[in-house]
């Protein structure tokens, strides 16, 4: 685990830990705090910890798109809602990204 500012490239904090390369999202209005690997099932993912300016949370789970048993659209938006949670997902190049508000 990492908190902001002990990690100046994610991407290489990242490499040895994950089968794939991550890209930060960039996400307007939130700050990065921190991050570390964990999984989702049996995936090993990157995840995020960012914080919005109303002191809301924001998880940002990086996943590769290759361990995905669906295919994905490029460049679409999927939004769901789950109890109070908003979920978002969406496909750039060979990464997943899911927002969890």
Not at 52 to 65: A, E, L, R
Not at 70 to 78: A, L, Q, S, V
């Amino acid at each position: 685990e990492f908190k902001a500012g002990e990690v100046g490239d994610l991407r290489a904090w990242f490499a040895g830990k994950l089968d794939f390369n991550i890209l930060a999202p960039e996400l307007k209005g939130l700050v990065l705090t921190g991050g570390r690997k964990c999984s989702l099932g049996n995936k090993d993912v990157a995840y995020l910890f960012y914080n919005k300016g109303d002191n809301g949370k924001i998880s940002v789970f990086i996943i590769d798109s290759k361990a995905l048993n669906f295919d994905m659209k490029e460049n679409i938006t999927y939004r769901l809602f789950e109890g109070d949670k908003t979920v978002t997902l969406w496909k750039r190049g060979d990464l997943v990204y899911t927002e969890v508000e």
